[in-house]
């Protein structure tokens, strides 16, 4: 494969139980990590080929819509004891398998980011203490599908803030009305969404409206949302036909984002659209190339994506990372309610800016470790502080989960690890913080059962999303046995546990042909 690991569970042996057999195997051309066993023999890591779309059913999504980030590789603690990596708080690839699965379409494997999953779900992490903007939650506990592996997770809460506490929002809208946005999807739902929003929004904040087909438009200044009214009418003259000029669009609407920004309160241009950019300045690193100035200045940029067909992921998922704001994928009013009502502030107003994760184990105590997901997050150790490099934004009340597979040595002595968070308040010119948080060996849980029923909600997303990738750790495990794992994580006040659980069951019963699955 593409992504080798360490020798073991093959032929030629895995890494014997505290060394006590074997050495590192061959495996073929891509080893595994042995289960620590006494023969070091086990069903462990691989390597992995690197993959590739696969086309669903309906033929909705195309498997060009979507980069191939390959899998994080096993890394042995002796030699690379630090793993660094911005933090993600999109979720569109949720979304977009959510609306694949429901369609009766097996989501393409590129199409799935790990922590896209994860971090759609909500989870029960403390508050941050006062005039802290994040709390940091760390558990570990045996791994349920690989003996002798821990799962590590790392959690983060954002502070929460009142309607009345957060700062004024200095809202664009840009949205697309080319010829592509025609569809009850795209752009009646993207209208839909902006009514929503708007209705959520303070008095005191303002909206402006622009929109690019083959050419762009100015539709609305800046107005107060006190004019609402006003704001509702001018969304509803939005209407679709011609080219797609994204670039354009992007130069005015920050153009009147600009006119609109106050120091010390929350300017973003909302970019709604299916990606599909068509004429003038459209390749992804043209537009790319003028978005982290303006997000320096302390104007950000969000996406919302609509839509399938000629969808481009890849895209909006960029646009968002430069822009330094957030992508999520509106599939039905349900979902824009979620997004720009019960979640407006984590989707809107920034309290944390370039958050970057940097875990430090401890090579006596950590044989080797894997992060499951982030792939196209990777940081440079040398990086972590050099705030020179772009890093992920959270929002207020954001969580953010990473979970990590780690085998431990025989009786670890000391800590597992340390976990470092460096972050910039919201601002110009704001000087980098940083917080570290040790995690103990006396911390781990004797078994799963044992573990939060986060952790274990968390860890079956993951391993469904990472079935869903065609990961081989998870090849063996059943969809079943995943849904089991969710089961035992599952709030009975969580709307979004329970659709989880569904699609899980609702994928084992395409994957084994069931006809009824695609109703």
């Not at 006119?259 to 390749?283: F, K, T």
């Not at 979902?335 to 430090?360: H, P, S, Y």
């Not at 089991?484 to 969580?494: E, F, I, K």
Request: proline share 5%; glycine share 14%.
């Amino acid at each position: 494969g593409t992504a080798g690991g360490l020798g073991g569970g093959g032929t030629a042996g895995g890494l014997g139980g505290g060394g006590t057999a074997g050495g590192l195997g061959g495996g073929g051309t891509a080893g595994g990590l042995g289960e620590l066993g006494t023969t070091g023999l086990g069903s462990g890591w691989s390597g992995r080929g690197s993959g590739g779309g696969s086309l669903g059913s309906k033929g909705v999504f195309l498997a060009k819509d979507w980069r191939h980030v390959g899998f994080n590789p096993v890394e042995l603690a002796s030699d690379d004891f630090l793993s660094t990596f911005s933090i993600d708080v999109d979720t569109g690839s949720y979304t977009q398998a959510r609306r694949m699965i429901h369609e009766g379409t097996v989501p393409p494997p590129r199409s799935v980011r790990t922590e896209e999953f994860v971090n759609y779900l909500d989870y029960v992490y403390p508050q941050p203490d006062e005039g802290q903007p994040f709390s940091i939650t760390l558990e570990a506990a045996p791994h349920p599908w690989i003996a002798g592996h821990q799962i590590l997770r790392i959690g983060i809460q954002g502070d929460r803030l009142t309607r009345s506490e957060r700062p004024s929002m200095h809202l664009t809208f840009l949205v697309d009305t080319s010829c592509s946005m025609t569809s009850d999807d795209k752009l009646p739902l993207a209208k839909a969404a902006l009514h929503h929003l708007v209705e959520n929004l303070r008095p005191d904040d303002t909206v402006a409206l622009a929109s690019y087909a083959g050419h762009t438009a100015k539709l609305l200044d800046p107005t107060p949302a006190a004019s609402a009214p006003t704001i509702h009418r001018a969304i509803d003259g939005l209407s679709s036909g011609g080219g797609t000029a994204m670039a354009d669009g992007m130069r005015l609407a920050y153009d009147m984002a600009r006119a609109a920004h106050v120091d010390g309160e929350e300017s973003r241009v909302l970019v709604l659209s299916d990606g599909d950019a068509n004429i003038g300045q459209a390749s992804p690193t043209q537009i790319l190339d003028t978005l982290a100035h303006h997000a320096g200045q302390g104007i950000t940029l969000s996406t919302v994506g609509f839509g399938a067909g000629n969808y481009r992921d890849t895209m909006m998922e960029q646009l968002a990372d430069r822009g330094d704001g957030n992508y999520v994928y509106i599939d039905s009013q349900q979902e824009a309610e979620r997004v720009f009502g019960e979640d407006i502030g984590a989707t809107l107003q920034t309290i944390a800016r370039d958050v970057k994760i940097q875990v430090q184990f401890d090579p006596d105590s950590v044989l080797a470790y894997r992060l499951l997901g982030y792939e196209n997050r990777e940081i440079a150790d040398a990086d972590f502080r050099n705030d020179e490099v772009d890093a992920g934004e959270v929002g207020a009340g954001h969580s953010v989960t990473a979970l990590y597979d780690v085998v431990l040595r025989d009786d670890p002595p000391g800590d597992i690890a340390t976990v470092r968070i460096r972050y910039r308040p919201p601002g110009a010119d704001r000087a980098a913080q940083e917080i570290a948080v040790r995690l103990p060996t006396a911390a781990l849980h004797p078994s799963i059962e044992d573990a939060s029923r986060d952790l274990r909600l968390a860890l079956g997303c993951a391993s469904f999303a990472e079935k869903l990738r065609g990961a081989r750790e998870v090849e063996e495990i059943s969809y079943a046995q995943i849904a089991g794992l969710v089961r035992q994580g599952l709030r009975s006040d969580t709307e979004r546990d329970d659709e989880l659980l569904e699609l899980i069951q609702r994928i084992d019963a395409i994957t084994s042909g069931d006809p009824l699955a695609h109703r």
